[in-house]
Nanobody, 116 residues
């Protein structure tokens, strides 16, 4: 059973923007805060952003604060990550998770590549 499905990754030039989407099952979306993690091959996964269950609170890694915005749409059971001013060091596989702390569920990941 697929519970989290990411989309929206791709190749973009430095300074550009991308919006990632995570479609969640109704049960997951209704009961969990959600988040985004990312991983570069050979490195550990790192927290990027999180949003509370009802979207009241958001959390960001220092490295993306001011450039990335996390949001969720309860009508579509979908979470988003708007990424602006992208840098080559943002290149990674991005994973949708639930919850945003100590994730129990992970999506399959979507590749984001930022060229210099």
């Amino acid at each position: 059973q697929v519970l989290l499905v990411e989309s929206g990754g791709g190749l973009v030039q430095a300074g550009g923007s991308l919006r990632l989407s995570c479609a969640a099952s109704g049960r997951i979306f209704s009961n969990y805060g959600m988040g985004w993690f990312r991983q570069v091959p050979g490195k550990e996964r790192e927290f990027v952003a999180g949003i509370s269950r009802f979207g009241v609170n958001t959390y960001y890694a220092d490295s993306v604060k001011g450039r990335f915005t996390i949001s969720r749409d309860s009508g579509k059971n979908t979470m988003y990550l708007q990424m602006n001013s992208l840098k080559p060091e943002d290149t990674a596989i991005y994973y949708c998770t639930a919850p945003h702390r100590n994730p129990e569920y992970w999506g399959q990941g979507t590749q984001v590549t930022v060229s210099s």
